[in-house]
């Protein structure tokens, strides 16, 4: 579409293969691992937004406000007496050895089987809600994925070890299916026998519910205010506004792996640059022959700047299927374990473009120094 500058372009890229495929080869690698991590990243995303739509039914979550710090019980008590609040369920858990096929430590989850039910949607694969309510001290529910991977089913008797060595005997009258784990990561016993018997001093998080006919605005303006209050290092959060956290946090690891592949992007186009700095020492004669019929100084550093687009789009392109492809391929392997595939179409077509832009950036150099070269000097360069 360049006219007689891009064929010539073309050609001269053709010419010697194996070096082009070299030299975009490095930068393929590079853009397939930011696509790769582009894909993974939007669907974590995806799936904590998806499971979130799926098990949330209340108003708001209550956690730290860096979104991993445990709470205080003292929390959900308190906000459990603003007026306008209908239900608040305390998460809570506790690290136990679990003696199965394999002995492994688990976090054992507590959950308060009174009000749970009036904030969460519980995907039931065995059980009911009426499971969870009339749940005893010694009974556990499972999530399901776990379950399988245990070979633990519905009342089989499990003994559980606390951090001090106490024996904890539980039967299983239920399973979940919990995708990204916000309820019962593995199993889950209510929490009053977690605070007691594994010693669990500290929540994870709590779920509101308001009450029935309250103005929403004004109890979630209520608690916020009880929590800046009491509570500095927690904050109330909306569905939409948690989402956004968990979102924030993958970007911030995103982010950082970005930089690192930067780098390796960086290097590749240095390699685009030796490429093509080589290629006008072998073709100095046939640069002179053609000034010298007539190709002006931008022809000839507008072909080399082609030279190096079609080298760093040759590598950008097959960089993005294959890291499509990857991370279609670990999303789809790990779909058991919750993740649902999320393309970034926009975030793709952004690589692409800025490996263009690059790739006429490193030509750049190389072409200026084409079109200094002088005619008669490259006439009789052998």
């Known amino acids: 579409v360049r006219g007689v500058t891009g064929r010539l372009a073309r050609e001269n890229t053709l010419r010697n293969a194996s070096r082009t495929a070299t030299t975009s080869a490095a930068l393929m690698i590079g853009v397939a691992l930011v696509v790769f991590a582009a894909v993974f990243a939007a669907s974590a995303t995806k799936s904590v937004g998806d499971a979130l739509d799926e098990t949330f039914a209340g108003d708001l979550i209550i956690a730290s406000t860096d979104g991993s710090s445990p709470i205080s019980p003292d929390v959900a008590r308190q906000v459990a007496g603003v007026d306008g609040i209908g239900a608040v369920s305390p998460l809570t858990g506790a690290p136990a050895e679990v003696e199965l096929a394999t002995t492994k430590l688990e976090l054992v989850d507590g959950l308060d089987t009174a009000t749970l039910t009036k904030v969460a949607k519980i995907d039931w694969v065995e059980g009911d809600d009426a499971t969870l309510t009339g749940l005893g001290s010694d009974q556990a529910i499972v999530e399901s994925q776990w379950a399988d991977d245990n070979d633990v089913a519905v009342g089989d008797r499990i003994t ?162 294959v890291g499509l492809a990857i991370a279609i391929a670990a999303v ?51």
């Open 332 to 382: 789809e392997a790990l779909e058991d374990e919750g993740l649902v595939l999320g393309v970034p179409i926009l975030g793709i077509i952004v690589v692409l473009i800025a490996a263009a832009i690059a790739g006429v950036i490193a030509g750049a150099w190389p072409a200026r120094r084409a079109a200094k070269i002088e005619v008669m000097e490259a006439l009789q360069y052998e």
């Open 160 to 321: 559980l070890k606390t951090v001090t060595g106490e024996e904890v005997p539980v039967t299983v009258e239920g399973s979940i299916r919990d995708r990204v784990q916000l309820l019962v990561s593995s199993l889950a016993l209510p929490i009053e026998t977690v605070r007691q018997r594994f010693d669990a001093r500290q929540d994870f998080a709590a779920l509101v519910g308001f009450a029935p006919g309250a103005d929403p605005a004004a109890v979630r303006g209520r608690v916020d205010r009880l929590l800046a209050r009491r509570f500095p290092q927690v904050e109330a959060r909306d569905q939409q506004q948690f989402e956004q956290q968990q979102e924030d946090l993958i970007n911030q690891l995103l982010a950082l792996i970005y930089v690192l592949l930067a780098l390796s992007v960086l290097v590749s186009l240095f390699g685009v640059v030796n490429t093509l700095v080589l290629s006008i020492y072998e073709r100095t004669r046939e640069i002179g022959m053609l000034r010298a019929i007539g190709a002006s100084k931008s022809q000839i550093r507008r072909m080399i700047r082609y030279e190096s687009l079609i080298t760093a789009m040759i590598g950008a392109l097959i960089g993005a299927v």
